[in-house]
Nanobody, 128 residues
Framework: QVQLVESGGGLVRAGDSLRLSCAAS????????MGWFRQAPGKEREFVAV???????????YYADSLKGRFTISRETAKNTMFLQMNALQPENTATYYC??????????????????WGEGTQVTDSS
């Protein structure tokens, strides 16, 4: 059973930066994909970014088009922790941010339904 715990959310103002973390536990993550999704009030959950790795290759990352250049996804292997660095935050970035994980079989890494494991979310709120 995979456990995912997000942290790092909070109140931000336009232009601020924030780093979210997702700590994973429960198994060995030798070939996995971990992603960030977000859900704003009254809207559907949407893809933010994903980082994917295989045991014999380096990491690959992919971002939602609207977030490229401002958001960066990364991970620290030794701590089984994934990060989302968010820069130049805007009011429309207010949402609950969720960490998700799945095995690297098949495709659909930007599709929430293709992820079997989810955290409970961390809230990012614009206070401008």
């Amino acid at each position: 059973q995979v456990q995912l715990v997000e942290s790092g959310g909070g109140l931000v103002r336009a232009g601020d930066s924030l780093r979210l973390s997702c700590a994973a536990s429960g198994r060995t993550f030798s070939s996995w994909a971990m992603g960030w999704f977000r859900q704003a009030p009254g809207k559907e959950r949407e893809f933010v970014a994903v980082i994917r790795w295989e045991s014999v290759s380096s990491d690959s990352t992919y971002y939602a088009d609207s977030l490229k250049g401002r958001f960066t996804i990364s991970r620290e292997t030794a701590k089984n922790t994934m990060f989302l660095q968010m820069n130049a935050l805007q009011p429309e970035n207010t949402a609950t941010y969720y960490c998700a994980a799945r095995e690297t079989n098949g495709n659909g890494y930007t599709v929430a339904l293709r992820y079997a494991n989810w955290g409970e979310g961390t809230q990012v709120t614009d206070s401008s």
